[in-house]
């Protein structure tokens, strides 16, 4: 039996928070242990961006303890508790709510595999019996899905939701299984009078299902969505691109690698490479070079002479 958690950023008895619970009775009729949290419901202060986790990590202090004293740990232990973790949220201006990115932000730096990965082996080569070591649950293999609901009848307005969603997943090192944005969501003033939609909650479980019970990590972790025709990106599944005017270099805005566009029959391609597809920020390696950037520059950092004068200046601009 695994367990199977869902966070939704929703409203109470809405769309997603429905589409959510669909999926976990499918999974709880499965003989899988199913848990719902609506973090709205929670004290969830946001990041201040002060670097004491990251700090912690990286120092041996703490395992990236936040300064706040709020209910974020709750959430946190059912995160870790979690062998899958399904995320929905509604779309507000294109993309996820503020709530969403609040957690985001917080499950930052502090839960990123590579950091207390590295952490772990720094602490256990150092010795000594009272060394503070990561909660284990941390590298816990973990499958994801990601549930967007938007009210405009267009696509193209809920086209950054996903991608997007695909942060709370990031740090983590969660493994995203499937992903499903239901747009159009207006026309009915509830998703359970759209079957389709249901319907498409069941796929999401079976999916999930057949992931937790699979026996090997390529099954475990292969994608279980839509088509693969349907997306450009070979890793994230998804086909939000930064294109590099000028040349025929891209780069997928969720992964971080670089690919090209090829243009064979009359018909766009992108061609990502093996190496770059390795590192992607959705795979260990991605995060690796993402720590090792900060262990070596912002943690090293030069420091300005005379600052507290400089800054002087600026105090009160404007207040």
Request: proline share 3%.
């Amino acid at each position: 039996m695994s367990k199977v958690l869902a966070l939704s950023f929703g409203r109470k008895m809405s769309n997603t928070d429905v589409f959510l619970k669909e999926v976990l009775l499918k999974c709880q009729e499965a003989g899988h242990e199913i848990k719902f949290m609506r973090p709205d419901d929670y004290d969830i202060r946001p990041c201040t961006g002060c670097c004491a986790c990251v700090g912690g990590i990286m120092s041996g202090r703490t395992n990236g303890t936040c300064i706040h004293k709020d209910d974020f740990h709750l959430i946190e232990d059912a995160f870790y508790d979690a062998d899958c973790v399904l995320i929905g949220s509604p779309v507000y201006e294109t993309s996820p709510s503020g709530t969403f990115k609040t957690f985001c932000d917080r499950m930052g730096p502090s839960h990123d595999l590579a950091f207390l990965t590295e952490a772990k082996k720094e602490r256990l080569a150092r010795g000594g019996e009272n060394v503070l070591l990561p909660d284990e649950r941390v590298f816990k293999p973990r499958i994801g899905c990601l549930v967007g609901v938007g009210g405009a009848m267009t696509e193209n307005w809920t086209i950054m939701t996903i991608p997007i969603m695909y942060e709370s997943m990031m740090s983590s090192g969660v493994d995203v299984i499937d992903t499903h944005m239901y747009y159009g969501a207006m026309e009915v003033d509830h998703i359970l009078g759209v079957p389709e939609q249901m319907a498409r909650a069941d796929k999401m479980a079976e999916n999930v299902i057949a992931a937790l019970a699979a026996e090997t990590e390529e099954e475990r972790t292969m994608w279980r969505g839509v088509d693969e025709d349907d997306y450009a990106c070979p890793v994230c599944h998804q086909s939000l691109f930064k294109v590099h005017q000028g040349s025929d270099r891209v780069e997928c805005t969720i992964c971080g690698i670089d690919g090209k566009v090829e243009l064979k029959d009359g018909k766009i391609h992108y061609v990502f490479s093996e190496k770059e597809q390795a590192r992607s920020r959705m795979k260990y390696a991605g995060k690796l070079e993402h720590r090792n950037e900060i262990a070596h520059g912002a943690m090293t950092q030069r420091k300005t002479e005379n600052l507290r004068a400089l800054k002087e200046k600026y105090l009160h601009v404007g207040e």
